[in-house]
């Protein structure tokens, strides 16, 4: 995989945690050029979109799904090459292993990151657990 997410962990609900996403180690994967989306998957559930970022010098435009409206949000820190997940008021339904990916492109819409089909390179995960 060319890139790696991390900051996973046990939470309890209301908690927060805020995810990482950069480049493996040894990769020569820029994320900066790329719309970075943000997918989870929760045990017995198919792997859903949560969140994007478009390019670093694109239009800023993000998707969100609605489970995650007002509670997360994503960014860019450019000089790190690194996109982040901060992820607040954390429930047991969020609950899941949380993936990033790419479809290559440089934009990002409901369109193409509310479903995983389509993205070309994915991180191997990290687990978040939600629970007292």
């Known amino acids: 995989e060319r890139l790696v997410e991390s900051g996973g962990g046990l939470v309890q609900p209301g908690g927060s945690l805020r995810l990482s996403c950069a480049a493996s180690a040894g990769s020569d994967f820029t994320l900066e050029w790329y719309a970075i989306g943000w997918f989870r998957q929760a045990p017995g559930k198919e792997r859903e979109g949560v969140f994007c970022?478009?390019?670093?010098?694109?239009?800023?435009?993000?998707y969100y799904a609605d489970s995650v409206k007002g509670r997360f949000t994503i960014s860019r820190d450019n000089a790190k090459d690194t996109v982040y997940l901060q992820m607040n008021g954390l429930k047991p339904e969020d609950t899941a292993v949380y993936y990033c990916?790419?479809?290559?492109?440089?934009?990002?819409?409901?369109?193409?990151?509310?479903?995983?089909?389509?993205?070309?390179?994915w991180g191997k995960g990290t687990l978040v657990t939600v629970s007292s």
């Open positions: 970022i478009s390019k670093a010098d694109g239009d800023g435009a993000t």
């Open positions: 990916a790419t479809d290559l492109l440089d934009y990002c819409s409901a369109d193409n990151y509310g479903e995983p089909d389509g993205m070309d390179v």
